[in-house]
């Protein structure tokens, strides 16, 4: 019932800076778990960030950790991540995802397989 549209990917030189926003339409995703996931070519797909329904509790890979900030605004049933410092190892396609609650730990937030619902994705290119 929940689609999810990425947008706001691009090319971007190192050190430079993208915000992605996710857009979710079909019901309120303000209740849900939400997530931004990468995959570049040739890697498996791995977890960036996420958040908590209310917003007020974030997790990071430990790649992103500092330079990336998930948040989002449920009014307007959004979700974003604003990229900085960003690098040729950020190059992926970057994808949103959503899980209805309930939510128990950490693991849920930060594997791909506890998200019910994926967007189509968003190109991200860093050049050297």
């Known amino acids: 019932q929940v689609q999810l549209v990425e947008s706001g990917g691009g090319l971007v030189q190192a050190g430079g800076s993208l915000r992605l926003s996710c857009a979710a339409s079909?019901?309120?995703?303000?209740?849900?778990?939400m997530g931004w996931f990468r995959q570049a070519p040739g890697k498996e797909r791995e977890f960036v960030a996420a958040i908590t329904s209310s917003g007020g509790i974030t997790y990071y890979a430990d790649s992103v950790k500092g330079r990336f900030t998930i948040s989002r605004e449920n009014a307007k049933n959004m979700v974003y991540l604003q990229m900085n410092s960003l690098t040729p190892e950020d190059t992926a396609v970057y994808y949103c995802?959503?899980?209805?609650?309930?939510?128990?730990?950490?693991?849920?937030?930060?594997?791909?397989?506890?998200?019910?619902?994926w967007g189509q994705g968003t190109q991200v290119t860093v050049s050297s």
């Open positions: 995802a959503g899980r209805p609650p309930p939510v128990y730990s950490s693991t849920y937030y930060t594997s791909g397989a506890g998200y019910n619902y």
């Open positions: 079909g019901r309120t995703v303000s209740h849900y778990a």
